[in-house]
């Protein structure tokens, strides 16, 4: 049904930027909503942002709000996470998924990508 492939992790100091995205194929992107989600070693996978088929609405983890931006090119099939002022606490593999709709749990997803590692020194 679709296929998600993340890009754009990497290793960047406390208070730096990072765009990750997510590219998508398959059928009816434009009908999905999209999220990113994070899983750092020993933790669970939480919820990070998501945002609906339009764009027209998005959402945002509490420990991320202010700081990270979530927004979608259905033309270009891609779903992007702007990452700034990054702690050391947003060290994690970062996932974006496909779901209708969005919402915040991980279970309501059924797409996945591989994921993309993050990691923030201080």
């Known amino acids: 049904q679709a296929q998600l492939v993340e890009s754009g992790g990497g290793l960047v100091q406390a208070g730096g930027s990072l765009r990750l995205s997510c590219a998508a194929s398959?059928?009816?992107?434009?009908?999905?909503?999209m999220g990113w989600f994070r899983q750092a070693p020993g933790k669970e996978r939480e919820f990070v942002s998501a945002i609906t088929w339009n764009g027209g609405w998005t959402y945002y983890a509490d420990s991320v709000k202010g700081r990270f931006t979530i927004s979608r090119d259905n033309a270009k099939n891609t779903v992007y996470l702007e990452m700034n002022s990054l702690k050391p606490e947003d060290t994690a593999v970062y996932y974006c998924a496909a779901g209708r709709p969005a919402t915040t749990s991980p279970h309501d997803y059924a797409y996945w990508g591989q994921g993309t590692q993050v990691t923030v020194s201080s």
């Open positions: 398959g059928r009816a992107f434009s009908s999905y909503g």
